[in-house]
T-cell receptor
Framework: DGGITQSPKYLFRKEGQNVTLSCEQNLNHDAMYWYRQDPGQGLRLIYYSQIVNDFQKGDIAEGYSVSREKKESFPLTVTSAQKNPTAFYLC????????????FGPGTRLTVT | GQSLEQPSEVTAVEGAIVQINCTYQTSGFYGLSWYQQHDGGAPTFLSYNALDGLEETGRFSSFLSRSDSYGYLLLQELQMKDSASYFCAVRGRDDKIIFGKGTRLHILP
């Protein structure tokens, strides 16, 4: 089955630790996106990548980093510099720049204490 | 920059019709999308408008007016399962896709 997987579903970390969230897709999509969702805030764009080895900052990139070494993978690292990391993180992909429909993974709920 | 405005909550009765509005500001516009998200779930795509006018997909329709930077999602024959959050999203320059804060739809029996 084709789709987007995010693991784990729930993640707990202590403050001051970096943590990497996984996002893998087997849809052969070129473009991938990371969003953060907080209650009442909608989805805010962290980083996005239109092609392998290239990515752009979204609106709230501070405290986050990404890599896009493979087409199917777009991991997100939440660094200790991110002041409020506790949130629901959603990864999405779409076929390419001409496409409009994004396909979302199930999300990872990160709790930092 | 890009920003979108949509009502935070809307309430309607089962079987009725409801409209969720969205206004946007963007530098470079390629289209307006709508997504549905149930509590704890992932957003799922509903509709997309790149040109002015109405797009219909079953019980769901979406409208766009680029001159007014405005669009809406119309849900007909409301069912209890339509209780969810609905997001408009703008696709802009460099394929940057920004979402609104979402509209929580409450459906009364």
């Amino acid at each position: 089955d084709g789709g987007i997987t995010q693991s784990p579903k729930y993640l707990f970390r202590k403050e001051g630790q970096n943590v990497t969230l996984s996002c893998e897709q087997n849809l052969n999509h070129d473009a991938m996106y990371w969003y953060r969702q907080d209650p009442g805030q909608g989805l805010r764009l962290i980083y996005y990548s239109q092609i392998v080895n290239d990515f752009q900052k979204g609106d709230i990139a501070e405290g986050y980093s990404v890599s896009r070494e493979k087409k199917e993978s777009f991991p997100l690292t939440v660094t200790s510099a991110q002041k409020n990391p506790t949130a629901f993180y959603l990864c999405a992909s779409k076929t390419g720049t001409s496409a409009y429909e994004q396909y979302f993974g199930p999300g990872t709920r990160l709790t930092v204490t | 920059g890009q920003s979108l405005e949509q009502p935070s909550e809307v309430t309607a009765v089962e079987g009725a019709i409801v409209q969720i509005n969205c206004t946007y500001q963007t530098s470079g516009f390629y289209g307006l999308s709508w997504y549905q998200q149930h509590d704890g779930g992932a957003p799922t795509f509903l509709s997309y408008n790149a040109l002015d006018g109405l797009e219909e997909t079953g019980r769901f329709s979406s409208f766009l007016s680029r001159s007014d930077s405005y669009g809406y999602l119309l849900l007909q024959e409301l069912q209890m399962k339509d209780s969810a959050s609905y997001f408009c999203a703008v696709r802009g320059r460099d394929d940057k896709i920004i979402f609104g804060k979402g509209t929580r739809l409450h459906i009364l029996p």
